[in-house]
């Protein structure tokens, strides 16, 4: 069965292949999505959207809209839940992120530095620190004072993601390079080569041990986080590669594209699985839930679909 949560202009729509009826729940439209970011408690699963008009938050058993956090109505780039899933980051296009309590839907600070769109933000495993990718750098946030720990001057970065044991950054930029770096101390490990377009995405296997990048050059490549050497290159997408997700296990990568699709992959074998087609507009965005058993797609089309992909 596959479930969709549409987000149009003026509603939202809840369907599956197997309906007969469709459930219309009136909602705001919501803009293009180009992020989004899943949180599983004992309770429930929530999903974030950032969106062109702000930040908005669906659990995902009832399809209720839980918050909509937007003080500005700037534009959000991207989104991240905190460890505990008490916290949301969103950074948006006027270079700064916002932390806001998720039970209550409250602004609870604001981190300015960037003088840029911020790309990407991501929270360290413990829930200490936030990592901020924007206008040529790299920003890593004490998350309880606001403080901000360090700055590092890497270039255009598009994509930021910590290792599951937060000690490793990968950032993914412009130069067509992925770089790894020491999250404690700031020293550059590592430079992967062999992208021939911007790298829009990054993300770490659960294990640690893999790392997905995602590129303009229509291309995924996993690499060995120890060894820094490519393992395989996944090929079949025919737009730039926005972004990529593994799934909780390790098994599956999902990547999104400009070419309107999600494909799903194979990451013992890089076989492609399958082509999840219905987008009319570029994907920006991928994401499981933490227990695997859905993936959410975000596009340009106003959309959010989510996808069943464990029995």
């Known amino acids: 069965m596959l479930f969709l949560l549409i987000l149009g202009l003026g ?38 959207v950032a969106s062109a008009i ?19 109505f700037m534009s959000s780039s991207s989104v991240a839940f905190s460890p505990d899933g008490r916290l949301l980051a969103s950074g948006s296009w006027d270079g700064t992120i916002r932390l806001w309590d998720v039970a209550s839907g409250q602004l609870v600070r604001t981190l300015e530095g960037h003088t840029g769109r911020v790309t990407s933000v991501a929270f360290s495993p413990d829930g200490r620190l936030l990592a901020s990718a924007g206008s040529w ?8 004072s606001g403080r901000l720990v360090r700055t590092e001057h890497t270039g255009p970065v598009l994509s930021v993601a910590f290792a599951p044991d937060g000690r490793l950054l990968a950032f993914g930029s412009e130069d067509k390079t992925v770089r790894l770096w020491d ?29 997905a990048s995602a590129s303009d050059d229509k291309t995924v490549r996993l690499w060995d986080v120890a060894s820094g050497q490519l393992v395989r290159t996944l090929e079949g997408h025919t737009g730039p590669v926005e972004s990529v997700a593994f799934s909780p296990d390790g098994r599956l990568l999902a990547s999104g594209s400009w070419d309107k699709t999600v494909r799903l992959w194979e990451v013992a074998t890089g076989a492609l699985l399958r082509t ?24 340009w089309d106003k959309t959010v679909r989510l996808w069943e992909v464990a029995p």
């Open 54 to 72: 702000g930040i908005c938050l669906y659990d995902i058993t009832s399809t209720d809209e839980a918050c909509f956090f937007s003080d500005t």
């Open 276 to 299: 999840l087609e219905g987008h009319t507009s570029p994907v920006l965005s991928v994401a499981f839930t933490p227990d695997g058993r859905l993936l959410a797609s975000g596009s």
């Open 183 to 211: 999250a404690q101390t700031g020293a550059l490990l590592r430079t992967l080569e062999g992208h021939t377009g911007w790298v829009r995405s990054v993300a770490f296997a659960p294990d640690g041990r893999l790392l």
């Open 137 to 144: 750098t790299v920003r890593l946030w004490d998350v309880q």
């Open 11 to 48: 509603a939202i729509w809840v369907f599956s292949e197997n309906a007969r009826n469709v459930t219309q729940l009136d909602r705001w439209g919501k803009g293009r999505i180009i992020d989004a970011a899943f949180f599983l408690s004992s309770e429930r699963a929530t999903l974030a």
